[in-house]
Nanobody
Framework: VQLQASGGGLVQTGGSLRLSCAAS????????MGWLRQAPGKEREFVAA????????AYADYVKGRYTISRNNVNNTMYLQMNSLKPEDTAVYYC????????????????WGQGTEVTVSS
């Protein structure tokens, strides 16, 4: 499956962004999906994941209550609504697909998009 992330940009502290991840090439609903991020000088970390049907979601503690992951299996797209953004949310955000359940670990993802950059100014 090919993944294309978009929607990143520059936003002020407290602002919102909505990321999208468009999938193609294979049956989107066969994959659990996730967002991971990598801040400058840091390792990539888990952000959120969603099951194949969208019925189960998981969030990292540092985004819980501020971010919402969702998916639309008709238009083969996953979303990440990010609210109350903080400077520490600045990172390149990657979407990824997994044959697993609701993966929280990077190595459980099989396919990766190219990333979209999010910068939160203070």
């Amino acid at each position: 499956v090919q993944l294309q992330a978009s929607g990143g940009g520059l936003v002020q502290t407290g602002g919102s962004l909505r990321l999208s991840c468009a999938a193609s090439g294979r049956t989107f609903s066969n994959f659990a999906m996730g967002w991971l991020r990598q801040a400058p000088g840091k390792e990539r970390e888990f952000v959120a994941a969603i099951s194949r049907t969208g019925g189960t979601t998981a969030y990292a503690d540092y985004v819980k209550g501020r971010y919402t992951i969702s998916r639309n299996n008709v238009n083969n797209t996953m979303y990440l609504q990010m609210n109350s953004l903080k400077p520490e949310d600045t990172a390149v955000y990657y979407c990824a697909a997994s044959t697993g359940w609701v993966p929280r670990i990077e190595r459980q993802y099989n396919y990766w998009g190219q990333g979209t950059e999010v910068t939160v100014s203070s």
